[in-house]
């Protein structure tokens, strides 16, 4: 179950993102959709990184049944400038941003890893039929 805070005007599809969900957990998720300067805060806050993101993971500390297994914020206007960046919706870009948030949540880490979390994400990419702008822009970040 998503527990879904929506802070903007964006139109959320919940159904489709808990059915992604569900396949790697049955923890609930906080999603939170806010704006740029929250979303910086935050980074600033926590990563040490003064500047706004896409998305951010805060997974819960202690696996604890029932408990949430973490949250996940994503910036609205992250949303809409790679949705036309990169030519598809902002419904395909913020599922993009869900999975990728909710591997970190699971704990995978693109910064460390041999692969395995971009492998994930392709694989949910195809399964789902969303474009594969992720893959590419991650890789040549």
Known sequence: MIELD???ELDVDIEALEKIA?????APIELIITDNETIRELNARYREKDKPT???SFPLEQAIPG???GSIVISETYVREKAV?????????LT?????G????????HEVDNGEMRAKEQ???EQFHLPKSLIVRTTIE
């Open 54 to 56: 896409d998305v951010l």
């Open 96 to 100: 993009l941003l869900f999975i990728h």
């Open 67 to 69: 408990m949430p297994l």
């Open 102 to 109: 909710l591997l970190h949540l699971l704990g995978y880490d």
């Open 22 to 26: 569900s396949l790697l957990t049955d």
């Open 6 to 8: 929506n802070q903007t």
């Open 123 to 125: 694989e949910f990419i």
């Open 85 to 93: 960046e990169f030519g598809h919706t902002p419904d395909d870009e």
